[in-house]
Structure formats: structure tokens, C-alpha cells
T-cell receptor, first 110, second 114 residues
Framework: RKEVEQDPGPFNVPEGATVAFNCTYSNSASQSFFWYRQDCRKEPKLLMSVYSSGNEDGRFTAQLNRASQYISLLIRDSKLSDSATYLCVVNMSSRLKVTFGTGTKLQVIP | DAGITQSPRHKVTETGTPVTLRCHQTENHRYMYWYRQDPGHGLRLIHYSYGVKDTDKGEVSDGYSVSRSKTEDFLLTLESATSSQTSVYFC?????????????FGQGTRLTVV
């Protein structure tokens, strides 16, 4: 089993739709979690950290479920500019054991 | 944007030749990383550095070496390039190694080994 797993998609959604991605992780000792965004042929950039209590940034909501070992990203009112690949990142117990998921591709269509 | 640049941005090289990729930062961050990104594998850590002359292996370090003689520069060397090392290479930096520290990535180097 991979340490971090994501559905690769692609998720094709119309503008204005709500879309959610999940990411599962295998190591229960994982301590911090992030979502990164990567545009085509560009570098990954931090979208948001994921806190135990859940957190929201505008149209984006991230949640953590430790019992089931997954994190989620919800995007409301999708925009064309949201089209990208979303990478789940899990930081294991040691500071440099950071594992990236393979990414979920989102395509928002007019 | 964080001050991090990679060079070259694109390179085609022949099997068996040595190749060096450079990562340069202007942020004075302590931690620097080299990743490779391949379809179906995501980003995988090759080597990292936690200070000048302090480096360690990541999960896919075979065939690669690194050096960090100055805070701002982190070099990745493919000692004898193979076709399996065709990939996109990203350098990243972070201010600390703390668990909640954001990593900033360079724009990537597309390396093709023929």
C-alpha cells in the first residue's frame, strides 16, 4: 500500500460546481498535512495546511480525519482558474519524512 | 515568490555522461531538497541538506550525489546518467525542518537522457 494515495482523476466539473478530493495516508504517526497546487508544467505551490479542527480559506475547505486516516479538500463555486493538479502532502513523524501524493487533476469546464 | 532558481531549465544529455543541476536561493533558508517528479510516482525525495556540508539521502538517492558548499547553492550530480533518470527535477527550500514549515519550489529542470 502506498504511503499516500490520491485518486488521479481527472475530475471534470462545470464552472460553479462543488468538488471534493480525498487523500488517504497509511502511517498513523503522521503529524502534519498540506494541500499543494501544481499547474501544468509548473512547480508545486502551497495551497493550504490542514489542521485537526479543519480550516477554510475562501472557497477552499480542508479537513482531517485521523480515525480514518484521510484528508480532504473541498472547492466550492469552481472557477476555470482552479484547473490544476492538487497534491496531498503528509509529513511523517520525523521532520524530513515528507511524502507527496501523485496528485488529483481537476479540469473546470465552461 | 521565493527567491529560488534552478539551472539549467532544460537539458538533453547522453547515457553515461555526468550531469550537474544547480539550485540557487536568495532566502537564506537552511533546508534545501532535490525531488524528481515522474508520472504515477509523484514527487520523490532524492537528497536533502540541513546546512552547509550537511546532506543526507532521500528515498531515491541511488545514482545521485549532492553538495552544498554555501548556504545559497545546492548541487545535484548524476554521476553517469541513465535513461531511467529522465525526469523533471525540482529543488525546494524551507526555512526550518519543522513539521508545519512550507516548502518553496523552484521552477524545475526537465532532463532527458538519450
Amino acid at each position: 500500500r502506498k504511503e499516500v494515495e490520491q485518486d488521479p482523476g481527472p475530475f471534470n466539473v462545470p464552472e460553479g460546481a462543488t468538488v471534493a478530493f480525498n487523500c488517504t495516508y497509511s502511517n498513523s504517526a503522521s503529524q502534519s498535512f498540506f494541500w499543494y497546487r501544481q499547474d501544468c508544467r509548473k512547480e508545486p505551490k502551497l495551497l493550504m495546511s490542514v489542521y485537526s479542527s479543519g480550516n477554510e480559506d475562501g472557497r477552499f475547505t480542508a479537513q482531517l480525519n485521523r480515525a480514518s486516516q484521510y484528508i480532504s479538500l473541498l472547492i466550492r463555486d469552481s472557477k476555470l482558474s482552479d484547473s490544476a493538479t492538487y497534491l496531498c502532502v503528509v509529513n511523517m513523524s520525523s521532520r524530513l519524512k515528507v511524502t507527496f501524493g501523485t496528485g488529483t487533476k481537476l479540469q473546470v469546464i465552461p | 515568490d521565493a527567491g529560488i532558481t534552478q539551472s539549467p531549465r532544460h537539458k538533453v544529455t547522453e547515457t553515461g555522461t555526468p550531469v550537474t543541476l544547480r539550485c540557487h536561493q536568495t532566502e537564506n533558508h537552511r533546508y534545501m531538497y532535490w525531488y524528481r517528479q515522474d508520472p504515477g510516482h509523484g514527487l520523490r525525495l532524492i537528497h536533502y541538506s540541513y546546512g552547509v556540508k550537511d546532506t543526507d539521502k532521500g528515498e531515491v538517492s541511488d545514482g545521485y550525489s549532492v553538495s552544498r558548499s554555501k548556504t545559497e547553492d545546492f548541487l545535484l550530480t548524476l554521476e553517469s546518467a541513465t535513461s531511467s533518470q529522465t525526469s523533471v527535477y525540482f529543488c525546494a527550500i524551507s526555512e526550518s525542518g519543522g513539521q508545519n514549515t512550507e516548502a518553496f519550489f523552484g521552477q524545475g529542470t526537465r532532463l532527458t537522457v538519450v
